[in-house]
């Protein structure tokens, strides 16, 4: 167990609104990720963050903002959620000293409408 | 392309089997690779790192051929248990960003 929390686990929007997700691990990782998951598609990696205030795009950033004020804390906004953002959301964390490895948080399941 | 690519299935197969999964990459400067697993509705978990030299892990064996950007999966004695996704990973960058394939998915029937 990597201590990781992600938050809300289920969110139902409407188009046009903001959305923040919020991942919070426990046991002070200086890696911190946020993907998307669609059928087809396998994970997609979003935002990535290698510490306080450092953060950079991944694969499919368009659309999505992320700040990490505590290493504890990263967040992935929405600033105007659209219905191709419908997808399942996983935060995940790297050791330190192995950052090879990720651990992967529950999920948020979030559908735009 | 996908940069990862791996045949999604599904396969159903009996339990006491032996499956093989494979997969490619196209990134030649991925620099780790690995299999994960995801059960229905759950988070992915590292089912096993995957090195040049080849690695098992009790009935799983998983091996890397870089010349030709392969990457290997092999489940012997199949258990009803093993039944989920499994997806290839490829690993580049400074901050070590994974790169995912679609996950195949396997049944184990009784």
């Known amino acids: 167990d990597a201590g990781i929390t992600q938050s809300p686990r289920h969110k139902v929007t409407e188009t046009g609104t903001p959305v923040t997700l919020r991942c919070h691990q426990t046991e002070n990782h200086r890696y911190m990720y946020w993907y998307r998951q669609d059928p087809g598609h396998g994970l997609r990696l979003i935002h990535y963050s290698y510490g306080v205030k450092d953060t950079d795009k991944g694969e499919v950033s368009d659309g999505y903002s992320v700040s990490r004020s505590k290493t504890e804390d990263f967040l992935l906004t929405l600033e105007s959620a659209t219905s191709s953002q419908t997808s399942v959301y996983f935060c995940?964390?790297?050791?330190?000293?192995?950052?090879?490895?990720?651990?992967f948080g529950p999920g948020t399941r979030l559908t735009v409408l | 392309r996908k940069e990862v690519e791996q045949d999604p299935g599904p396969f159903n197969v009996p339990e006491g089997a032996t499956v093989a999964f494979n997969c490619t990459y196209s990134?030649?400067?991925?620099?780790?690779f690995f299999w994960y697993r995801q059960d229905c509705r759950k988070e992915p978990k590292l089912l096993m790192s995957v090195y040049s030299s080849g690695n098992e892990d009790g009935r799983f064996t998983a091996q890397l051929n870089r010349a030709s950007q392969y990457i290997s999966l092999l489940i012997r004695d199949s258990k009803l248990s093993d039944s989920a996704t499994y997806l290839c990973?490829?690993?580049?960058?400074?901050?070590?960003?994974?790169?995912f394939g679609s996950g195949t998915q396997l049944t184990v029937l009784p």
């Open positions: 995940a964390i790297s050791e330190v000293g192995d950052v090879d490895t990720q651990y």
């Open positions: 990134n030649s400067a991925s620099q780790s």
């Open positions: 990973v490829a690993s580049s960058g400074s901050a070590r960003q994974l790169t």
